[in-house]
């Protein structure tokens, strides 16, 4: 063809479309390969694989180019090659292009935009075109950032406008009969740090800045952080994490141990930052401002708005704004607050660093950010062990529910107050022992989020769950089918029965195993944290030497776990009174008593005990009218007495010696006075 810019050959490869578009990430940010007379490689995933466009400055060197000779295309399989094609030209005369911070919602006002016949899209983003110059490479530079100059522009912008025309070709819109082109709409979230690139290569282009509240776009960026789809570069040297997601900003190597939330927040700062810095390289009629809240609640507005501005013509087809192909989760007011992991305090430190002048080499250093008071307890799903997990591990339990974000799931609602020492921002996994009818929280890390997101209770675990999460789900009682509940429910039934009947008769009962491992070890440690921190003050009126706390949240979370068993134990309804936490320490002795009337039936449940001379335990003496009986228990075992008319006591406690436990108060569920 007579005045062709460029020359093209075109591979593709045949794979599945979950795996395309991490594949097409791969070779993107692999070598180039070794062909004279490349300008650009443009790889992007396609419906039926991957596919990869060779941009050449002759005919002849595209002739002598196969995409086999590039080694990381060759890798995903056989590869179908398409002939030369010639690039025509055109103008690319005023170019709109949207800016914003990832995660703003720029891909729905791009899908609005480009409806209009005034305008013209490669129908995605123009990283290939861009990145795909190996001069433009991010690893060109040491993978630095994404940011580009205005200088780059000067030496590479001619290559970057053949494979923008190159790409509108592709999309069926550039041909040789019809080279006017009309204005190009583009939309690519690293051309926020690309605007003096950008406005050097088209000097008379116009920016739609697209700006969204910064708390839900930080939020979705942290979504996003967690989600493979968002994945940028695979393997970014000298990130722990190993693969970066979003935009990548100059000084991103300090971020290392930060967590994602404050990541999140810096590159969209980051952004915000650049976007302005570039406000005054356009004159003001050809710089346009949209809120996504109003892109949102009046779409039709919005665009015919921009469409005056932009002296383009109404769009023919009335403009709604379905959710675009990049949504994670459905747009919703507030959604921020549902956002897994995601801790708002980051938006406003980098908020606040942006207002603040930079700190000279004498200033007070910020107090550290980890340190937020008191302990927070947690018990993770990963670290989840029983030796003896009782499931079928084939299944989800359907009894299972995934919280997602900080609100508790509706149907859990009337059953997990006191909350509030719960830490925060993580994915929750509630499961249900069929035995005692507790809920136990288990804590799931980001990474795992998404794969657990897909399980459906009651439903056949997939053959591709990670051996390591099966495990887990089965340690932590989320693994099991109706069947196997049943079964559980029916053997603990039969304990209960037993147990019962040692109440009825002696008004002591042992309850063997009340809580699950983990959830008893994560309570041990949040108690212990709290000692070693200063949160918990040594002493209480009754007992010298002992670590009291009445009512502590926490364990008025779990003493309301266990309501219906104990009602169960004791025959009748009752209803949680108050709950007590005892940490003894050596020395100490818990003088024989009995208890006053919120205390008529009390549960004694064993965190953990150490240290020489009570390697057979510390035991807990019943005065029952049938004898004294002298309790010994196990970690995670309880034992329930009727503590108003049962004298109970301890010996003391070994020199050096510890034992944590927990006292759950129930009454009759007729009980009419005060319950504290």
């Known amino acids: 063809m007579n005045g062709a810019v460029a020359w093209t050959v ?67 399989g056989p590869l179908r090659t398409e002939t030369v094609r010639a690039v025509p030209p055109a103008s690319l005369t005023a170019p709109v292009v949207i ?35 190996p001069a433009l490479h991010p690893a060109a530079g040491g993978y630095t950032s994404h940011a580009l100059g205005a200088d780059q522009a000067q030496v590479y912008g001619a290559a970057v406008r053949a494979g923008l025309l190159a790409g509108l070709r592709d999309a069926g819109l550039l041909t040789e009969a019809r080279i006017a082109c009309p204005r190009l709409l583009e939309k690519t979230p690293e051309n926020s740090l690309r605007l003096p690139f950008l406005l050097r290569l088209f000097p008379d282009a116009t920016i739609v800045r697209l700006h969204r509240d910064p708390l839900d776009t930080v939020a979705s960026m ?33 971020w290392a141990h930060d967590d994602l939330s404050r990541v999140a927040a810096r590159q969209w700062s980051a952004a915000q930052e650049a976007i302005q810095e570039a406000y005054g390289l356009v004159p003001a009629h050809r710089w346009l401002d949209v809120d996504y809240a109003e892109l949102r609640t009046a779409p039709a507005r919005t665009i015919r708005r ?11 087809h009335p403009v709604d704004l379905p959710l675009s192909a990049t949504t994670i989760t459905p747009p919703s007011p507030g959604k921020w607050r549902r956002t897994p992991g995601f801790d708002p305090a980051a938006v406003h430190e980098v908020l606040t660093d942006r207002r603040l002048p930079r700190k000279g080499p004498g200033a007070v250093p910020p107090p550290d950010r980890h340190t937020r008071g008191r302990p927070s307890f947690a018990c993770w799903l990963h670290e989840a062990v029983d030796e003896a997990p009782a499931q079928d591990g084939t299944e989800f339990d359907p009894a299972a529910v995934l919280q997602t974000g900080i609100t508790v799931p509706l149907g859990l609602a009337r059953r ?7 830490l925060p921002d993580h994915p929750i996994l509630w499961t249900e022992d069929p035995g005692t009818g507790a809920l136990a929280p288990f804590w799931v890390r980001f990474e795992d989020f998404w794969t657990l997101r897909a399980l459906v209770p009651g439903r056949p675990l997939p053959a591709e769950l990670p051996q390591r999460l099966r495990t887990a789900l089965a340690a932590a009682g989320a693994t099991g089918s109706p069947r196997t509940r049943a079964e559980r429910a029916a053997d603990a039934e039969a304990r209960w029965t037993g147990a019962a009947g040692d109440f009825t008769r002696t008004d002591v009962c042992r309850i063997g195993r009340m809580i699950h491992p983990a959830q008893r070890a994560g309570l041990l440690d949040y108690y212990e944290r709290l000692i070693a921190t200063g949160s918990w003050p040594l002493g209480d009126a009754q007992v010298a030497g002992r670590y ?32 007590y936490v005892s940490a003894y320490r050596g020395g100490a002795v818990l003088d ?3 208890d006053r009337e919120q205390c008529e039936y009390t549960v004694s449940l064993l965190l953990g005990e150490s240290g020489p001379g009570i390697e057979d335990g510390w035991p807990l003496h019943l005065d029952t009218a049938q004898g004294t009986v002298s309790v010994v228990e ?18 003391p406690l070994p020199d050096r010696g510890t034992h944590t436990s927990m006292l759950f108060h129930y009454v009759p569920a007729d009980f009419r006075r005060t319950l504290y």
């Open 548 to 579: 009291g706390w009445y009512n502590e949240s926490l364990s008025r979370f779990f003493h309301h776990q266990f309501r219906s068993l104990v009602g169960r134990l004791a025959g009748r309804p009752v209803r949680p009174s108050y709950s």
């Open 416 to 422: 997990t107050r006191f909350r509030d020492r719960f």
């Open 10 to 76: 075109t591979g593709r490869a045949a794979l599945p479309p979950d795996a395309a578009r991490r594949a097409a990430r791969t070779v993107h940010h692999a070598p180039f390969p070794p062909a004279p007379g490349l300008l650009a490689r443009a790889v992007a995933p396609e419906a039926g694989g991957v596919r990869a466009r060779y941009l050449f400055a002759s005919a002849a060197a595209a002739a002598d180019f196969t995409p086999e000779a590039d080694s990381a295309l060759r890798r995903l």
């Open 592 to 594: 024989r008593h009995v």
């Open 99 to 133: 800016v914003s911070p990832p995660r703003s919602g720029s891909t729905a006002l791009f899908d609005a935009l480009a409806r209009n016949p005034g305008l013209w899209s490669l129908g995605g983003e123009s990283e290939g075109e861009i990145e795909g110059v």
């Open 306 to 316: 921009l469409e005056t501005a932009l002296g383009l013509p109404p769009s023919p």
């Open 222 to 254: 942290v979504r996003a952080w967690d989600h493979p789809g968002f994945v940028n570069i695979p393997q970014l040297p000298g990130w722990p994490r190993g693969a970066w997601h979003l935009l990548l900003p100059p000084g991103w190597r300090a």
């Open 634 to 651: 196990q970690p995670g075992e309880a034992v329930l007495f009727r503590g108003t008319t049962v004298p109970h006591g301890r010996p």
